[in-house]
C-alpha cells in the first residue's frame, strides 16, 4: 500500500517562510508526476506546483517568484519551499503523487493523496 506522509506546516507571519516535505513509502515501481495542492477554507482544491521525474516544475500564477518546488527521487520525496509567504496562502496544502504500482492484482498507475498539513500565516 502506498502512502504519502507529509511534514513541516505552521504559523508564521506575513514575509515569512515554511518548508513542506512529503516522502512516499510502500511498494512501487515508479513515481511521475508530485505535486503540491492547496485547499482554502470555502474554496476549491487548487495546484499550488507540480514536479516531474524529469526535473519540470510548475506554479500557479500567484506563486511565483515565491514557491519553490523540489524532489529527492531517491528518496522518493517531494518539497515546497515558500517564502515571502502572505495570509492568502494560508491552508491546507496537500501533496499527490502519480504512482506506478500493485493495485489489487494489476500494475497501473494511480494517483494518491497525503493527508494535509495546515499552513496559516497571520500576524
Known amino acids: 500500500q502506498v502512502q504519502l506522509v507529509e511534514s513541516g506546516g505552521g504559523l508564521v507571519q506575513p514575509g515569512g517562510s515554511l518548508r513542506l516535505s512529503c516522502a512516499a513509502s510502500g511498494s512501487m515501481l515508479s513515481i511521475n508526476a508530485m505535486d503540491w495542492y492547496r485547499q482554502a477554507p470555502g474554496k476549491q482544491r487548487e495546484l499550488v506546483a507540480g514536479s516531474t521525474s524529469g526535473g519540470s516544475t510548475h506554479y500557479t500564477d500567484s506563486v511565483k517568484g515565491r514557491f519553490t518546488i523540489s524532489r529527492d527521487n531517491a528518496k522518493k520525496t517531494v518539497y515546497l519551499q515558500m517564502n515571502s509567504l502572505r495570509p492568502e496562502d494560508t491552508a491546507v496544502y496537500y501533496c499527490?503523487?502519480?504512482?506506478?504500482?500493485?493495485?489489487?492484482?494489476?500494475?497501473?498507475?494511480?494517483?494518491?493523496w497525503g493527508q494535509g498539513t495546515q499552513d496559516t500565516v497571520s500576524s
Open positions: 499527490n503523487a502519480n504512482v506506478f504500482a500493485w493495485v489489487r492484482g494489476t500494475l497501473k498507475w494511480t494517483n494518491y
